[in-house]
Structures are given as structure tokens and as C-alpha cells.
């Protein structure tokens, strides 16, 4: 399966897309972890990423299409991959595209988690991350010990850009430069909405089994 999960900062994109990796066996790529990593090691990318980020800013297109494209070679990508976070912008999944069809692969399915700015406000105050990639809420899905990852016992952060000015920044953003990919994965006819607004669980189901019925094809 090789899908895309889209939809506003704190829509639940990294939740998902965490839980269905383990389920499906298939890589979870988020280009926001992948820039995070590069931060706290200090790289050239990792220098370069910050600065847009702490401004609720988008990465330059370039920058994030050549590391989904080293990415998606690797052999763990061959039975698939969840997408969570790219593409962001009509450039980038145009040249996401070109460069599923130089190996012969494409997109089947776009799921589009929506949930309303307020929502969006209150979740990222309680967001708590681990550098594995699980995301916790301290009071939605809280870890079972306070401040540690339930997966691999590292220390839980929180995230720089989860200040309110950012994320209202963020969701300006978003609105202006990827809810246009609504449109474009609607046109192609791979686009499926869920409501980000249940709970963890139910979204987890409600997308298990669309990728059920599209397996069942
Ligand atoms: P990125 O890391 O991708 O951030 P984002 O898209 O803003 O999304 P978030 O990770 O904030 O939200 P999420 O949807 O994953 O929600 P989560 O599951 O954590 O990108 C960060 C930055 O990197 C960008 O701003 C940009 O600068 C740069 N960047 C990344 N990709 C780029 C690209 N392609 N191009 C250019 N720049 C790029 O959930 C949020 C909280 O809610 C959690 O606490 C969670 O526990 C809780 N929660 C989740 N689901 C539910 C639920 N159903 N009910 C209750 N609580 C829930
Ligand atoms: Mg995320
Ligand atoms: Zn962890």
C-alpha cells in the first residue's frame, strides 16, 4: 500500500500514520520527523530546516522533494509507504509523481484527515513527542509513566513549533498552500475525507477499513 496522509497541523497525521505503519508492516515517512532528527544532530539540512520551522514556515520545495526521493529508494519502500506530511505544496506532488512513475509505482490512496482550527489549537498544547516517532497527548493518550515513551522508554519533548503563535502561523500556512492538495488527489480520484475529530481509535478503524476495501479490489 502506498498512501498519503494529509491534513492541517494536528490533524493526527503522525498518530495514524505510526499505528497503521505497525499494523500494514510498511515504512512510516514523515518529512517533519525527518527534519527533527537533522535538528538535534545539528546537520547543514537540520540548520537550514529550523529556521523555516520555528516560523511555522515550509521547508523550500527542493530541500524536501530530494530526501523523499533518496527516501522512497530504500528497499524498506518496495511493499510501500505511509506518507505523512508530504507532499505539502502542488510543486512538491507533482515532482512526487514524476518520480513514483521513474519506478514505476503511484499513490492509492489520499486519506484527508479534517478537523476545525479551535480542535487544532487545544491538541497541540498537550502534544507530547518521542524521536521514535510516537506522538502522545497528555490528555487524550497520555504514556503510561509520565513523560516517557510507552515504545522505547526515551524522554518525551515537546515540540519548538508547538507554541500557539506558531501554530497559528502553521494553520495560515496550511490553508494558503496544502489544502489545495484536496483538490488535486480529488481530481485523481484518490482521495478519501475522515473526520479527525473522533477519537484515536475510531480513525484508526474508519481508516483500516478503507484500505481493506481498496485491498479487497
Ligand atoms: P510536521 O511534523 O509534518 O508537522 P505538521 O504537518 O504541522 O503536523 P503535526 O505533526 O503538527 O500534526 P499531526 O497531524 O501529525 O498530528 P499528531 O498526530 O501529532 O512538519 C513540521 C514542519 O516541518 C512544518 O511546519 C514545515 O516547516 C516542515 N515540513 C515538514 N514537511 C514538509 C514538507 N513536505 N514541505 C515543506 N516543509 C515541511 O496529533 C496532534 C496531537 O493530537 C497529539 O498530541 C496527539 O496525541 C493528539 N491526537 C491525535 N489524534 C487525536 C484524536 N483523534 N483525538 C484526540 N487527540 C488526538
Ligand atoms: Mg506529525
Ligand atoms: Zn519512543
Redesign the pocket.
Known amino acids: 500500500m502506498r498512501m498519503i496522509m494529509l491534513?492541517?497541523?494536528?490533524?493526527?497525521?503522525?498518530?495514524?500514520a505510526a499505528i497503521l505503519a505497525n499494523t500494514l508492516k510498511i515504512p512510516h515517512i514523515?518529512?517533519?520527523?525527518i527534519?527533527?532528527s537533522n535538528i538535534k544532530e545539528n546537520t547543514p539540512l537540520g540548520v537550514l530546516?529550523k529556521s523555516?520551522?520555528d516560523a511555522?514556515?515550509?521547508?523550500p520545495?527542493d530541500v524536501?522533494v530530494s530526501i523523499v526521493e533518496d527516501r522512497i529508494q530504500k528497499p524498506d519502500c518496495k511493499k510501500g509507504f505511509i506518507m505523512?506530511?508530504?507532499?505539502?505544496?502542488i510543486p512538491?506532488a507533482e515532482k512526487f509523481d514524476e518520480m513514483l512513475e521513474k519506478i514505476q509505482a503511484e499513490i492509492e490512496l489520499v486519506i484527508n484527515?479534517s478537523v476545525d482550527d479551535a480542535v487544532i489549537i487545544k491538541?497541540?498544547a498537550?502534544?507530547?513527542m518521542c524521536s521514535c516517532g510516537r506522538?502522545?497527548?497528555i490528555e487524550?493518550?497520555p504514556p503510561k509513566v509520565d513523560g516517557v515513551c510507552d515504545a522505547c522508554g526515551s524522554k518525551l519533548y515537546i515540540r519548538d513549533?508547538d507554541k500557539e503563535e506558531t501554530v497559528l502561523e502553521?494553520l495560515k500556512?496550511y490553508h494558503a498552500q496544502t489544502s489545495p492538495l484536496i483538490d488535486y488527489y480529488e481530481n485523481k480520484g484518490k482521495l478519501i475525507n475522515v473526520d479527525?475529530?473522533?477519537?484515536?481509535e475510531e480513525?484508526t478503524k474508519e481508516i483500516i477499513a478503507i484500505i481493506d476495501k481498496i485491498n479487497e479490489k
Not at 514523515?30 to 520527523?33: A, H, K, M, Q, V
Open positions: 491534513g492541517p497541523p494536528g490533524a493526527g497525521k503522525g498518530t495514524q514523515s518529512t517533519g520527523d527534519f527533527r530546516a523555516y520551522i511555522g514556515k515550509l521547508v520545495d524536501t505523512d506530511g508530504f507532499p505539502r505544496t512538491q484527515i491538541r497541540m498537550g502534544r507530547r506522538t502522545y497527548h487524550n493518550n513549533d502553521r500556512t479527525g475529530a473522533k477519537s484515536i480513525t
